[in-house]
């Protein structure tokens, strides 16, 4: 369920939206921002995404470092296009040796735009003027949208179209994790106190929450692990 809506109780700390998707990166990114002080509102998305499953996972993490906690449904899945959102296109199960110009076939058009649209439009109403994302340009850099260029063109966006930039606000996008390895991103996180066995990060889970392994994120998240000396927390299901 989600936690208590936006009261009218007084701004004692600043406020912050942190997309959060019940990931690996976003468990950390919300970690960062609520170290840094701030009182964190989630937002997580239903947008017709394989499985469910990490929405579930997302209100946990958010239940114990956030104030309030929003999940949105958008379409994006219905206009297809990815292995993320149409069962027909398969999901890789080996990481490919991409060119730097090719796009892996897991990009969601526009997701990050679309998600942070909606973040923009929730920041106005609790007067939120930072909004965090967990984007990282390192091992994902086949994505557009986790692009530096991306975000800093978004934040110039952002500040022209909400009340808060025209009335003299500074609207601003944070993206702590952009330029970090996932073994930093772990081993930041574990400083932070996250437990990584409430996460997922896998392109196809199980309706419980278990990953395949095979997949690019359940590689990279392993690999993420080892490099940091760290156990693993991830839960497999079994293969057959």
Known sequence: GEISPVSDAPITRPRAVVLLSGG????????MAQAEGFEC?????????????EIRFAGQIASKRAAHHKVVSVDIAGFGGSALTDR?????????????????????PARNTVFLAYALAYAEVPG??????????V?????????????????????????IG???????IHTPLIALSKEAIIQ??????VDYGQTVSCYQLDESGGACGECD???IRRAGFEAAGAPDPTRYFPRG
């Open 24 to 31: 690996l990166d976003s468990a950390t990114t919300l970690a």
């Open 41 to 53: 509102f989630c937002l997580s998305f239903d947008y017709g995404q394989r499985h469910l499953t």
């Open 88 to 108: 027909n296109i398969a999901v890789p199960t080996v990481v490919a040796a991409n060119e730097p110009s090719d796009i892996p076939v897991t990009y969601v």
């Open 128 to 137: 939120a003027l930072d909004i965090f994302i967990g984007v990282n340009a």
């Open 139 to 163: 091992d994902y850099s086949g994505y557009p949208d986790c692009r530096p260029e991306f975000i800093q063109a978004f934040e110039t966006m952002a500040n022209l179209a909400t009340r």
């Open 166 to 172: 025209v009335e003299g606000g500074r609207l601003r």
């Open 188 to 193: 930041a996180g574990l400083g932070l106190g």
């Open 217 to 219: 994120s359940c590689r």
